[in-house]
């Protein structure tokens, strides 16, 4: 995956899995989604936006003016869902690893030094 995937912007198209959104929509879902962890600035998020539209991940599907502001949608591409699966597989087994080495028994203290 050329895309570096960050947690912040995992939690981007996980939002947009949902529904196409606008960049407060989508502020508002990852928030609520993280439960208040992941909070999301206009320039990061943004920013965000422009790499994954870059990636081919995700990618405008239309604009409205509400209240004299222009608000653009985005919408998940296949190449985006395909990328939130395989990230989403990924931490799976990384959680599922970690499971694994914290439920195994500690190693024996060492008896004096080496």
């Known amino acids: ?15 947009l899995a949902e529904e196409p959104r606008h960049g407060y929509g989508v502020v508002q879902a990852v928030k609520a989604m993280s439960d208040g962890r992941v909070r999301l600035g206009a320039g990061t998020l943004y920013g965000i936006l422009d790499r994954l539209v870059e990636a081919g991940y995700i990618e405008a599907s239309g604009e409205l003016v509400v209240d004299g502001r222009l608000r653009r949608y985005y919408r998940l591409t296949p190449d985006g869902r395909a990328a939130l699966a395989a990230e ?9 690893l970690a499971r694994r080495v914290l439920a195994a028994r500690p190693p024996r203290a060492a008896l004096g030094p080496a």
């Open 1 to 15: 995956m050329a895309f570096g995937m960050s947690e912040q912007a995992y939690f981007v198209l996980l939002s």
């Open 88 to 96: 989403t597989a990924r931490l799976t087994d990384l959680a599922s």
